[in-house]
């Protein structure tokens, strides 16, 4: 018939449900989750206070910037996007799952995965309301980008410092290779360079240096002690993401090379006996 029907029981059960899948979503994420709705008979959006959070906003400056929140999609991301948010309001998804990039406050792009559902339709199965999620997943693709650049092999851990916070974070596998986990150890910049050979300091702090003055990747190895007190060589790969000509986030990879370096060792061992016995 077309006519807007209400919500009925079984309505206001998947809304319920809808929202509880929200706020598990959120706890497993560590709360990282922004929340939206999307009312489309009067096309209003509502973002709450979490999900400004991840764009850098305030409310107050939220509201005061008065930009369309679509304005600040990446420009390759819109169509996309907006086809994905057509596609679920006219009945053709049941959900949505879709990445973007998203210009935050300071002008720094970040990578969303928005998710969501519409539990409201109307008689023709289009959609009344939308109900959704957003997760910064950043990081993670930094982390994807790079190691299908490098074409990462095993024994390779990811790492990240955010340049304005000074905060450094590891994936699993890099506190694998110093022999710890996350709820024994917090890196820190101090803490997890005290990690690495004093005599590699000066080529660390170089290294890191130029990314950071001039956006030049590096590729060194160094030599290292896991928490467990174990001598390892480590492989040093770093990326420079930059703002405005200002780099704003280091990011990259640790391979451990010990078996390698172990074996170069031994090999020139080997050349050396060599040369005692034909001398």
Known sequence: SGVMMGIN???????????????????LWGGGVGF???????????????????????????????APWR?????????????????????????LEVDYRFQTKCGDWIWLLGRARAPER???????????????????????EFLEETQAAASVGGWEVNLRTQALTWTAETYALFETTADEYSPSMAAAFDLYDPSFHAAMQAAMGGAIERGEPFDIEVRARTLKGRSVWLRLV???????????????AKQDITPLKAAEQARSEAIAVQHALTD
């Open 71 to 95: 304005s600040r999609v990446h420009p390759e991301d819109r169509a996309r996007l907006q086809q994905q948010l057509d596609r679920l309001g006219e009945g053709e998804t049941e959900a």
């Open 122 to 144: 109307d008689a023709e199965g289009r959609a009344l309301r939308v109900f959704g999620t957003s997760i910064d997943i950043t990081a993670q693709k930094k982390m994807r």
């Open 36 to 66: 939206w709705s999307w009312d489309r008979r009067t096309n209003q959006l509502t973002l709450t206070d979490n999900w400004l959070e991840l764009a850098g906003f305030t409310r107050a400056e939220w509201n005061a910037v008065g």
């Open 238 to 252: 770093g990326k420079a993401e930059r703002t405005d000509g200002q780099t704003v986030r280091l990011y990259g």
């Open 9 to 27: 029981e079984r309505g206001r059960a998947e809304i319920e449900l809808c929202e509880s899948e929200n706020r598990l979503e959120a706890a």
